[in-house]
């Protein structure tokens, strides 16, 4: 790194003056001073290329040619201040720009993007034409699948192997070829494929000798979606995990990361009644009033909605979704509150609805003097139109966090997880409005500026 270096940053790299960066941001600073623009083509690898992928992937296209707009990503929409001044943050930060991606993955079943978006019923097939020869280029890789881990889907596009070792081996050769093939420079990948069942972290995951050895011996708590995200780190690609999967959840991931320095964010997109629950609980919370039971339902119609209907599958999404009022509400400290909290969560498959999800919450609430009231939320959403902004925001920021040299678990990234994935011993925050401050900081930091305090009253966006 050179001071010729630094002085060809764009603009908005050197905003803060040295006088109003504190002394502890001098390590991030040295840093970000030292993060040179993005240069060449990121490749963009989507494990899993249905109804999410391909909304995300035809909205960037479209977005390209101005025939859309990002609405609900951060890096194309958001700002935040810095001194005083609001900026964009597509402005403040040397992303990659929405022209500079390519878009490739894997998926067990053979349709190109083209045909997956008009599978999945998201977006309206008149608005596809436009960009039809741009999607229907965009083909799956064949996937890597062990049918017992997401029951209801029978893939026909399948790689074969003798050994789970032998799978991670071809994947990491997919990931050469492709950035190879496609010239470009590096790649994040962010899984979008299917919830997988209920498989609990063991011996196999606690070490990366331990899980190296499992590879071989094909050992069955090492799903699909650790495959993936195994070669992925290994390949020095940045993983985020749109799944409830353990996928990069576990101690030899951690471990492998470190090695390969290499950024890992999780887990299980944050859209649509879990963000508001983490917007209305807080709120309770704030105002002392007490919760005794908290029941949230949806019925959704999709192929994610399908694979939940299987209870094991369900059974991962139930944990990461039920976590987040015992962080919020910190159940333990107010036993006169919310020691009786029963919060139950279902999803039924209904096919009439397709993506067009239907979210209810029910909410048992008391005031002065134990007072029941109720509170009811009908959030008539679209689930893949929610998420794809998501796979975009971290798409670039992951690759942002790469390029800026961090390693390991991006917790910073918990804003857009439902059960956000932090270092071992450190507890997530769920409520949405903190998680925002900290990803804005850790943004400022890493641009060497000076962090907003909770007390700050000025609005940050
Ligand atoms: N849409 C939302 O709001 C939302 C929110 C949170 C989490 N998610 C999660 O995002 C993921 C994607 O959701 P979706 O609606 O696009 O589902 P989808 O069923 O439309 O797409 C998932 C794709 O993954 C593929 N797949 C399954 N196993 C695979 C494997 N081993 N390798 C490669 N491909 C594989 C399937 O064939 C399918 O095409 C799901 O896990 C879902 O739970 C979605």
Redesign the pocket.
């Known amino acids: 790194m050179t001071s010729q270096d630094t002085l060809s940053m764009p603009w908005w790299c050197g905003h803060g003056s040295a006088s109003r960066r504190g002394p502890h941001l001098e390590e991030q600073m040295k840093r970000s001073t030292s993060l040179p623009p993005p240069g060449g083509k990121l490749a963009v690898l989507l494990?899993?290329?249905?109804?999410?992928?391909?909304?995300f992937i035809a909205g960037v296209l479209l977005a390209r040619r101005g025939l859309g707009l990002p609405v609900g990503s951060l890096t194309q929409m958001g700002g935040l201040r810095v001194g005083g001044e609001r900026v964009r943050l597509s402005q403040y930060l040397p992303l990659a720009r929405m022209d500079q991606l390519v878009f490739g993955?894997?998926?067990?079943?053979p349709?190109n993007v083209h045909e997956?978006a008009l599978h999945?019923k998201v977006l309206e097939p008149a608005q596809l034409e436009p960009i039809r020869e741009e999607l229907e280029a965009i083909r799956?890789m064949k996937?890597?699948?062990?049918p017992q881990?997401?029951k209801r889907?029978h893939?026909t596009h399948?790689k074969t192997g003798a050994t789970k070792a032998d799978l991670v081996e071809q994947v990491r050769q997919d990931i050469r070829a492709f950035l190879r093939d496609k010239d470009c420079t590096r790649a994040v990948a962010v899984?979008?494929?299917?919830?997988?069942t209920y498989v609990a972290a063991d011996q196999v995951h606690a070490s990366r000798r331990a899980f190296e050895a499992g590879l071989l011996e094909n050992a069955p708590s090492i799903t699909?979606?650790q495959l993936?995200a195994w070669a992925c780190i290994q390949e020095g690609v940045a993983f985020a995990n749109?799944?409830?999967?353990l996928a990069v959840d576990f101690p030899a991931a951690a471990e492998l990361a470190r090695h390969h320095e290499v950024v890992l964010a999780g887990k299980?997109?944050?859209?649509?009644q879990t963000l508001m629950k983490t917007v209305i609980a807080p709120a309770l919370k704030a105002r002392m009033l007490g919760v005794r039971g908290w029941f949230s339902t949806n019925i959704l119609g999709?192929?994610?909605g399908?694979?939940?209907d299987d209870p094991e599958s369900f059974r991962s999404?139930e944990i990461t979704k039920r976590g987040v009022l015992e962080e919020i509400l910190q159940t333990g400290d107010h036993p006169e509150l919310y020691g009786d909290l029963f919060h139950k969560v279902r999803i039924e498959y209904y096919p009439p609805r397709g993506?067009a999800?239907e979210g209810w919450d029910n909410i048992d609430l008391f005031g002065w003097l134990g007072y029941p009231m109720q509170m009811k939320i009908d959030f008539l959403?679209r689930?893949?139109i929610?998420?794809a902004p998501i796979v975009l925001d971290l798409a670039l920021l992951m690759d942002l966090a790469q390029r800026a040299g961090r390693i390991g678990t991006q917790d910073w990234l918990g804003f857009y997880f439902?059960s956000p994935m932090t270092d071992a011993g450190h507890s997530a925050e769920h409520d949405l409005f903190p998680q925002e401050r900290r990803l804005k900081n850790t943004l400022r930091a890493m641009m060497g500026d000076e962090a907003r305090g909770p007390s700050s009253t000025e609005r940050d966006d």
């Not at 993955?105 to 079943?109: K, M, Q, T």
């Not at 899984?191 to 997988?196: A, D, I, K, Q």
């Open positions: 494990p899993g290329m249905g109804a999410v992928a391909s909304t993955g894997w998926d067990i079943f349709e997956a999945s799956p996937g890597v699948f062990h881990y997401v889907l893939g399948v899984w979008c494929g299917s919830t997988e699909n979606s993936y749109g799944s409830p999967n299980d997109f944050k859209t649509g999709n192929r994610d399908e694979v939940l999404k993506d999800k959403c689930d893949s929610l998420a439902k």
